[in-house]
């Protein structure tokens, strides 16, 4: 099957940036797009405790850091590489944009980051499995 756009969704951790360079290789193989995404938490889901607007900007910042990084890695694979950063509960951006982009294929991470991150996105890889709109790759470490 020749899938004719990828999404990878990251989020800096090395499962994710592996993810990235196998749907990178797919692409180079079928002549894909490959959109990498990064999804910033919504505001209610931070601690109420920070200054919402901080945090928030250190997400947005965190993600064109992370985003950047896949440019790099793109780069040195001489490929073309979309990002896009959108808001919101990551599986749930993942789906939409998914479906948005009307991707036919995901490919992403068997696991993400630990510690607070975790907390915040929950078992995200197993949520976009079950609500995907079309088949998922899971690149294992």
């Known amino acids: 099957m020749v899938y004719h756009h990828i999404l990878v969704p990251i989020d800096g951790s090395q499962h994710s940036l592996n993810a990235l360079e196998a749907g990178i290789k797919m692409a180079q193989e079928e002549g894909s797009i490959v959109t990498a995404l990064y999804v910033v938490p919504k505001a209610g889901q931070l601690v109420e405790i920070f200054a919402i607007k901080d945090v928030k900007d250190a997400f947005y910042q965190e993600g064109e850091s992370i985003l950047d990084k896949a440019r790099e890695i793109a780069k040195s694979m001489n490929f073309n590489l979309s990002v896009r950063i959108n808001e919101g509960t990551p599986y749930k951006i993942i789906i939409e944009t998914a479906q948005t982009l009307n991707c036919d294929l995901i490919v992403m991470g068997n696991q993400g980051r630990s510690g607070p991150s975790k907390l915040l996105i929950g078992s995200c890889t197993q949520r ?12 294992r470490e």
């Open 128 to 139: 976009v499995l079950a609500g995907a709109p079309c088949p998922v790759l899971v690149v």
